[in-house]
Structures are given as structure tokens and as C-alpha cells.
Nanobody
Framework: QVQLVESGGGLVQAGGSLRLSCAASGSVFGINTMAWYRQTPGKQRELVALITNGGSRRYLDSVKGRFTISSDNAKNTVYLQMDSLRPEDTAVYYC?????????WGQGTQVTVSS
């Protein structure tokens, strides 16, 4: 079992920045990939960014050049630095890790970008 706890969401004006954090606890030794997803009402959850233990990163096209995913393996924490935020980035952001055939999710953190 893995527990994921997100923090760092909030309200920001367009063009501003936020940093999300996700701390993992429990059976973290098997984690290879951690990711951030987001979801708005009526839409499917979409992958925003992921990072692997080997340092590979992948981003949603619309956030490339604005968002940066990073990790601190010693702290079992993954971060999402979000710069140049746009109103369309408004969503609930979820931390995720696939592990041993299961998908683990955090509780979500709201990010609201005002125009």
C-alpha cells in the first residue's frame, strides 16, 4: 500500500506560479514512476507530467515549457513547478503512482487560475 498526500494548490492570477508537492509513504521501495494528472468537471482525468526513477520526463503538450516535474527520492516526494499559469490550467491536480498492478492516487489539490 502507498499513501500519497498532495499540497500546494491555491488561487493565483494568470501568469503566476505555484508549486505542488506530493509525498509518498508506505511501500515506496517499488515505486518507479510518479505522475501528476488533472481533472475538470465533465472531463476525463489527463496526464500532465510524469517522471521515472531514471530521470525520464514526459509532459502534456499544453504545459511544455511552463511546467517542470522533479523528485526528491530521499524524501519520496515529487514536485510540479507550474509557471506562466493560464486560466485553462484550472483543475484539481492529482498525484499518481502505478505500483504492483495497482494505481494509487492522492486526494487531489485544487488549482484555480484567474484571468
Amino acid at each position: 500500500q502507498v499513501q500519497l498526500v498532495e499540497s500546494g494548490g491555491g488561487l493565483v492570477q494568470a501568469g503566476g506560479s505555484l508549486r505542488l508537492s506530493c509525498a509518498a509513504s508506505g511501500s515506496v521501495f517499488g515505486i518507479n514512476t510518479m505522475a501528476w494528472y488533472r481533472q475538470t468537471p465533465g472531463k476525463q482525468r489527463e496526464l500532465v507530467a510524469l517522471i521515472t526513477n531514471g530521470g525520464s520526463r514526459r509532459y502534456l503538450d499544453s504545459v511544455k515549457g511552463r511546467f517542470t516535474i522533479s523528485s526528491d527520492n530521499a524524501k519520496n516526494t515529487v514536485y510540479l513547478q507550474m509557471d506562466s499559469l493560464r486560466p485553462e490550467d484550472t483543475a484539481v491536480y492529482y498525484c499518481n503512482t502505478p505500483l504492483f498492478g495497482a494505481n494509487y492516487w492522492g486526494q487531489g489539490t485544487q488549482v484555480t487560475v484567474s484571468s
